[in-house]
Nanobody
C-alpha cells in the first residue's frame, strides 16, 4: 500500500527553475527504484528520470543536464530539481515506482511560458 502525492508545480518563465516533490506514505519506498514521468495534453506519458534504491540516476535525453532526481530515505521523499526550463517541458508530472507499485496520483502541473 504505497500512496504517492506530487507537489511543487507552477508557472515559470523559460530559463527558470522549479523543484518537484513526491511524498510517499503507507509503506517505505526505500527498496524501490523510483521515477518521474510527464504527460502533456493529447500525448502519452513519458519517462523523465529514474533513481535506483542505491541512488543511481538516469535521465531522458530531453532533460539530461538540466534535471536532477534525488531521494531522501529518512523522509520517504523523491525530488526532481528542474533548471533551464523550456516551453516543451510543460506537462503534468507524476512520480511512480519502476515496478508499478503504488498509485498514479493527480500529478503536479508545470507550465513554462513567457
Amino acid at each position: 500500500q504505497v500512496r504517492l502525492v506530487e507537489s511543487g508545480g507552477g508557472l515559470v518563465h523559460p530559463g527558470g527553475s522549479l523543484t518537484l516533490s513526491c511524498a510517499a506514505s503507507g509503506s517505505t519506498i526505500n527498496i524501490y527504484n523510483m521515477a518521474w514521468y510527464r504527460q502533456a495534453p493529447g500525448k502519452q506519458r513519458d519517462l523523465v528520470a529514474a533513481i535506483t534504491a542505491g541512488g543511481i540516476s538516469t535521465y531522458a535525453n530531453t532533460v539530461k543536464g538540466r534535471f536532477t532526481i534525488s531521494r531522501n530515505t529518512a523522509t520517504n521523499m523523491v525530488y526532481l530539481q528542474m533548471n533551464s526550463l523550456k516551453p516543451e517541458d510543460t506537462a503534468t508530472y507524476y512520480c511512480k515506482t519502476r515496478t508499478g507499485i503504488g498509485n498514479w496520483g493527480q500529478g503536479t502541473q508545470v507550465t513554462v511560458s513567457s
